[in-house]
């Protein structure tokens, strides 16, 4: 396994359009994380999924945003009707232990995202 | 509230000892870390440390925790200009998300 992989690595879109990243985490990774990135500043936090479950959402996820989690393995997050302010990178994570252990996060290369 | 901060910027010449400094606020954290990011790629976990202990070292890194100050920082010895890059630090707070500051651009002159 190499590591967390994101598809694709670079999107540009109309504004008003939908997107869609796909997320595979490192394999038998339990947790899975989404972040965004903008420019100069660190990765902040979107939502997480524990398996299939969803279990924290930030509130930088407006109802335009959706992840899902379908079989506990990848993920996939859907911006719908995007706007200029959506561009970005959308970072991937992974973690592969329970809760009340280290928390180490394994980071995906990224999908850059530019709305024009 | 959780919130990291860190410099913006740091310079220093091959073969010196870098010193990257942050300072968290949540002192629920129970570890914090150290990642690095070069352009166009995304963070590598460089180190970490657990929130009872003061010092950690691994091979050129050496992680200092004031917990009382709620002061990180980051040493790294006979700096490479391969250690070009930006550097977070994050806390875990109170939750399974990391908090990630802001990112300290560190400038390895040869």
């Known amino acids: 396994d190499t590591g967390v992989s994101q598809n694709p690595r670079h999107k540009i879109t109309k504004r008003g359009q939908n997107v869609t990243f796909r997320c595979d985490p490192i394999s038998e990774h339990n947790r899975l994380y989404w972040y965004r990135q903008t420019l100069g500043q660190g990765p902040e936090f979107l939502t997480y999924f524990q398996n299939e479950a969803q279990l924290e959402k930030s509130r930088l996820l407006s109802d335009r945003f959706s992840a899902e989690r379908p079989k506990g393995s990848f993920s996939t997050l859907e911006i719908q009707r995007t706007e200029q302010g959506d561009s970005a990178m959308y ?3 992974s973690s592969p232990r329970a809760a009340g252990f280290n928390n180490e996060q394994f980071f995906g290369p990224g999908t850059r995202l530019t709305v024009l | 509230g959780e919130d990291v901060e860190q410099s913006l910027f ?5 073969g010196d000892s870098s010193v990257i400094n942050c300072t968290y606020t949540d ?7 150290w990642y690095k990011q070069e352009p166009g790629a995304g963070l590598q976990l460089l180190t970490y440390i657990f929130s009872n202990m003061d010092m950690k ?10 917990k009382k100050d709620k002061h990180l920082s980051l040493r790294i010895a006979d700096t490479q200009t391969g250690d070009s890059a930006i550097y977070f630090c994050a806390e875990d707070g109170s939750s399974y998300k990391l908090i990630f500051g802001s990112g300290t651009r560190l400038l390895v002159r040869p």
């Open chain 1, 91 to 93: 970072l991937c994570a």
């Open chain 2, 10 to 14: 740091l310079s220093v010449r091959e």
């Open chain 2, 27 to 33: 002192s629920s954290s129970t570890y914090l870390y």
């Open chain 2, 57 to 66: 070292q691994d091979q050129r890194l050496t992680v200092l925790l004031n």
